[in-house]
C-alpha cells in the first residue's frame, strides 16, 4: 500500500513521489531511472514531473507505480528516498480538466443550509428539497480549476467580502476517460481519492440583484486558493471503504464538521454514471462530492484573517491552511 504526491524541493524541481507506510518518499522517475532497464512499463515513468501525468495513462502507471514499490521493498533498488526539511508538498492534482463539485449532498447539511434562511424568502420550501432522495437527483456546478492550492497553501480572503466558508469534502480523481457509465463500473474510472476544502464565499453566492436565480456558484466558488487539494492521492485499491471515511475540519482547533462519507446522499458512482450521461470524463478531472453539516453558513460564522483551518478525510490525510488578507499587489508573471 502506498499513497502518491507531488513535491518540490526549495530552489529545486517537482517530482511525484511514492509515500510508503513507512514514511519513506521514492522519487518517481529517478528510481524509474535506476530500475527501467529494458522495462518499457517503467521507462514511461521516466518523463512524468507530476501525478498528472500519471494520470494520462492512469492504468499503465499504476501498474509500473505498483512495480516500483515492489523492487525497493523487495530491496532490488537502491535507497532512493528523498528527505530533507526544504521538501514541499503541492496538490496531488494541480490542472484537472474539470472540478465538478456536488451541491447539498448529505442531509444534515440540506437541514442547516435551510435553517440559515439564506436566498430569496419568496419560496415555499414544502416544495423544495429538503434532503429525500426519491426527489431529486444529482445537482453539480463547477469551479474554476485555478483554485486549486496544496494542502499547507494560505487561503486569500478577499477584501470586501465578509462571509468566507469552509466545506470539507472527499473528492475523487478520474483516471480513466467514459461517459455514459454505468453505476456498477463508475469507481473503475477513478484513480483515487484526495482531501478537499470546497471554501465559498457565501456573499457572492446568494445574488439579491438575480432573486430569480438566487445562487452564482462560479462567483461564489472560483476565487483564487479557494481549493486546497491534498496532501495525497490515494489510490483506489488501497481504499477499504470510500463509503465510509471520516470527515473532520477544525477551524483554530475547534471541530465544526465531523461527519462521514456513509451520509452521502448520492455516492460518487451515482455521481460519476449521472454526470456521464451528458459529459465525458477524462483523465485528471476531479468530482467533489459534498460537504457535511457544520459549514459556517450554518453557525453563523465565517473565517478571518489568521484563522487556521485543518481539514482531515480518514486514511487521506489531512490539510492545515492559514487564513490571509487577499494580497493588494498582481503578480502577472
Known amino acids: 500500500?502506498?499513497?502518491?504526491?507531488?513535491?518540490r524541493q526549495t530552489g529545486g524541481g517537482r517530482f511525484p513521489g511514492i509515500v510508503l507506510e513507512s514514511g519513506e518518499i521514492l522519487n518517481v522517475p529517478a528510481m524509474a531511472s535506476m530500475a527501467g532497464g529494458?522495462?518499457?512499463?517503467?521507462?514511461?515513468?521516466?518523463?512524468?514531473?507530476?501525478?498528472?501525468?500519471l494520470l494520462l495513462e492512469w492504468d499503465r502507471s499504476f501498474e509500473a507505480l505498483l512495480e516500483l514499490a515492489a523492487l525497493y521493498t523487495d530491496g532490488k533498488i537502491d535507497n532512493a528516498s528523498v528527505f530533507g526539511?526544504?521538501?514541499?508538498?503541492?496538490?496531488p492534482v494541480s490542472r484537472p480538466g474539470k472540478l465538478v463539485c456536488h451541491a447539498q449532498n448529505y442531509a444534515d447539511h440540506v437541514l442547516e443550509m435551510r435553517s440559515s434562511q439564506f436566498g430569496s424568502t419568496n419560496v415555499d420550501l414544502s416544495k423544495d428539497f429538503m434532503g429525500e432522495k426519491s426527489r431529486t437527483w444529482p445537482y453539480a456546478f463547477l469551479k474554476a480549476p485555478s483554485a486549486i492550492v496544496g494542502p499547507y497553501d494560505d487561503i486569500e480572503l478577499a477584501d470586501g467580502h465578509p462571509q468566507i466558508d469552509w466545506e470539507a469534502e472527499m473528492a475523487v480523481v478520474i483516471g480513466r476517460r467514459g461517459k455514459?457509465?454505468?453505476?456498477?463500473?463508475?469507481?473503475s474510472h477513478v484513480a483515487g481519492l484526495v482531501t478537499f476544502n470546497d471554501v465559498s464565499c457565501r456573499d457572492n453566492q446568494w445574488r439579491p440583484d438575480r432573486v430569480t436565480l438566487r445562487s452564482d456558484w462560479f462567483a461564489a466558488k472560483s476565487f483564487d486558493s479557494f481549493a486546497p487539494t491534498g496532501p495525497y492521492l490515494v489510490p483506489m485499491p488501497f481504499v477499504e471503504n470510500h463509503m465510509n471515511l471520516r470527515i473532520t475540519l477544525k477551524v483554530n482547533g475547534e471541530v465544526m464538521q465531523d461527519g462521514n462519507t456513509?451520509?452521502?446522499?448520492?455516492?460518487?458512482?451515482?455521481?460519476?454514471?449521472?454526470?456521464?450521461?451528458?459529459?465525458?470524463?477524462?483523465?485528471?478531472?476531479?468530482?467533489?462530492?459534498?460537504?457535511?453539516?457544520?459549514?459556517?453558513?450554518?453557525?453563523?460564522?465565517?473565517?478571518a484573517p489568521g484563522d487556521i483551518v485543518e481539514t482531515e478525510i480518514e486514511g487521506l490525510g489531512a490539510q492545515?491552511?492559514?487564513?490571509?488578507?487577499?494580497p493588494v499587489e498582481v503578480n502577472n508573471s
Do not use: H
Not at 529494458?38 to 501525468?53: E, F, G, R, W, Y
Open 1 to 7: 500500500m502506498f499513497k502518491l504526491a507531488n513535491y
Open 38 to 53: 529494458n522495462s518499457p512499463l517503467l521507462k514511461a515513468l521516466l518523463p512524468c514531473a507530476s501525478i498528472d501525468d
Open 85 to 91: 526539511a526544504d521538501l514541499l508538498i503541492d496538490s
Open 180 to 187: 455514459r457509465i454505468a453505476e456498477g463500473s463508475a469507481m
Open 262 to 303: 456513509a451520509g452521502l446522499i448520492f455516492s460518487p458512482e451515482e455521481q460519476i454514471s449521472f454526470f456521464s450521461r451528458s459529459m465525458t470524463w477524462c483523465p485528471g478531472d476531479m468530482l467533489a462530492t459534498g460537504t457535511p453539516a457544520g459549514t459556517g453558513q450554518g453557525l453563523g460564522r465565517y473565517l
Open 320 to 326: 492545515k491552511n492559514r487564513c490571509v488578507p487577499q
